[in-house]
């Protein structure tokens, strides 16, 4: 499975955003999707997940409230709505996507795409 972000750009603070990965190769249905970011000199951190039924969901406490992760089964796509954006969001943001396998769990990575946020 290969995975393609898109939507990144420039917005002022407290606008949106909405970021998405479309998936090719395979079937999205099958993982739990996340999203990643890292900032200049730091390793990625944790955004937050869904589950494969898009039923459950986590969340960063720094994103909590104004983030929130959802999927497209059908298209084969999964989103990242950014609201009440802050410079502190400011960073290169990943898609992931996971699931269990015999012998460990199998993890693919979308290329990154960069959120930058103006005060």
């Known amino acids: 499975v290969q995975l393609q972000a898109s939507g990144g750009g420039l917005v002022q603070a407290e606008g949106s955003l909405r970021l998405s990965c479309a998936a090719t190769g395979g079937t999205l249905s099958s993982y739990v999707v996340a999203w990643f970011r890292q900032f200049p000199g730091t390793e990625r951190e944790f955004v937050g997940a869904l589950s494969m039924n898009g039923v459950t969901a986590v969340y960063a406490d720094s994103v909590k409230g104004r983030f929130t992760i959802s999927r497209d089964n059908t298209k084969n796509t999964m989103y990242l709505q950014m609201n009440n954006l802050k410079p502190e969001d400011t960073a290169v943001y990943y898609c992931?996507?996971?699931?269990?396998?015999?012998?460990?769990?199998?993890?693919?990575w979308g290329q990154g795409t960069q959120v930058t946020v103006s005060s």
């Open positions: 992931n996507i996971q699931r269990t396998a015999v012998g460990g769990t199998v993890s693919t």
